[in-house]
Nanobody, 117 residues
């Protein structure tokens, strides 16, 4: 059974940092990503990483502030978020792709990130 367990969310002041973790179990995937959804808004892509090559992609809104990384031994993906802004407030979801291209195949339950001004 595939599971994606996110952790690391919380409340932080603007300018602060948080690190989200996504531990995958049940199988390995070709690519992992982070998405977020703020109240009343559609889900937004944040970042992704290819498992074998380590190639990363980022949304323009987080470039230079967020870093996605992986730990192969732990089958875990991280999202380091620095210089957080109130507009980063959202539920953050980890997603896993069976194949590098296309849409994701699995998604976690999400972790809340709240940035106060």
């Amino acid at each position: 059974q595939v599971q994606l367990d996110e952790s690391g969310g919380g409340l932080v002041q603007a300018g602060g940092s948080l690190r989200l973790s996504c531990a995958a179990s049940g199988r390995t995937f070709s690519r992992y990503g982070w998405f977020r959804q703020a109240p009343g808004k559609v889900s937004e892509f944040v970042a992704s990483i290819n498992w074998s090559s380590g190639t990363t992609t980022y949304a323009d809104s987080v470039k230079g502030r967020f870093t996605i990384s992986r730990d192969n031994a732990k089958n875990t993906v991280y999202l380091q978020m620095n210089n957080l802004k109130p507009e980063d407030t959202a539920v953050y979801y980890c997603a896993a792709y069976l194949y590098v291209g296309g849409t994701y195949d699995y998604r976690g339950q999400g972790t809340q990130v709240t940035v106060s001004s």
